[in-house]
């Protein structure tokens, strides 16, 4: 059983930076894609960022794009997410997924099988 934990997560001000990161045990890392999205209650899971099983090809949101960087290191089995220049709207919780099957990044949240338990991530004013 593929177990990913999120961690990183905090209360920053605007403009501040955060990195977070997911490690996961249990399944074959390596060879799997890996994204992080979003939630803000009431709204619908975003995606925000995901990664190759080799980390060349990432892809990201418009809303993130230049400002977050994900990578991974598949020696530590860890996903990570550099968020730079936050901003209010930047808040929610961000889980990390993980595709069972296929190496190549969607940003479409039913082809992850496998999610942490979410962070916290609250950017003030």
């Known amino acids: 059983q593929v177990l990913l934990v999120e961690s990183g997560g905090r209360l920053v001000q605007a403009g501040d930076s955060l990195r977070l990161s997911c490690a996961s045990s249990?399944?074959?890392?390596?060879?799997?894609?890996m994204a992080w999205f979003r939630q803000v209650p009431g709204q619908e899971r975003e995606f925000v960022a995901g990664?190759?099983?080799?980390?060349?090809?990432?892809h990201y949101s418009d809303s993130v794009k230049g400002r977050f960087t994900i990578s991974r290191d598949n020696r530590k089995n860890t996903v990570y997410l550099q968020m730079n220049g936050l901003k209010p709207e930047d808040t929610a919780v961000y889980y990390c997924?993980?595709?069972?099957?296929?190496?190549?990044?969607?940003?479409?949240?039913?082809?992850?099988?496998?999610w942490g338990q979410g962070t916290q991530v609250t950017v003030s004013s």
């Open positions: 990664v190759s099983w080799s980390g060349g090809t990432t």
């Open positions: 249990g399944g074959t890392f390596s060879t799997n894609a």
């Open positions: 997924a993980q595709d069972a099957i296929s190496g190549d990044a969607t940003d479409v949240a039913s082809n992850y099988k496998y």
